[in-house]
């Protein structure tokens, strides 16, 4: 019995996984900034919003891991742990690699009153961007999961 529900337990874990970090990506943080009037509370927002994704990303990628390690005769096996690393190393990179440093700048910015000096916006646009593309990158990959995940 326990084996029936593995391979739908699988499913659920990547159904979550990816639609929670598409609906926080693309949905809920374009909306924070279109919607509030104040920059730096979107910003808040939207970290606090990420920082869940990124604890979700950990266990969801995790449980995922050890699931699929254990499906031995899946045919698509190795192809879904490929996927499933790039995206936890996506996170690793996105969220406990460049985000501290784009806390670390907003928390100087907040101290001078909220204002960033051009060096300090001219960094933390790169490592938005950099953030960005790491994002995108994991995104992508999410979809060859779920396609992959029958």
């Known amino acids: 019995m326990l084996a029936a529900l593995i391979p739908r337990l699988r499913v659920l874990l990547v159904t ?5 970090a598409w609906t926080i ?6 909306l ?11 910003g808040t927002l939207a970290g606090l919003f990420f920082k869940a994704e ?19 005769v899946h045919s ?8 499933v690393s790039g995206m936890l190393l996506c ?13 670390e700048l907003r928390a100087i910015a907040a101290q001078s009153g909220g204002i960033m000096n051009d060096a300090m916006r001219s960094r933390f646009g ?9 994002y995108l ?4 990959l999410a979809v060859g999961l779920v396609l992959k995940s029958k």
């Open 54 to 72: 990124a604890w979700i990303s950990l266990i969801c990628g995790a449980s995922l891991l050890a699931i699929i390690w254990t499906q031995r």
């Open 126 to 134: 790169m490592l938005h961007g950099a953030a960005s593309v790491i």
């Open 76 to 83: 698509t096996r190795i192809l879904q742990i490929k996927l």
């Open 137 to 140: 990158i994991q995104s992508v």
């Open 16 to 20: 979550f996984w990816v639609g929670s």
């Open 91 to 103: 996170t690793v990179l996105g969220y406990f690699g460049l985000q501290p440093y784009m806390a």
């Open 25 to 30: 990506g693309y949905v809920v943080a374009p």
């Open 32 to 42: 924070l900034f279109a919607t509030l009037t104040d920059r730096a509370q979107a």
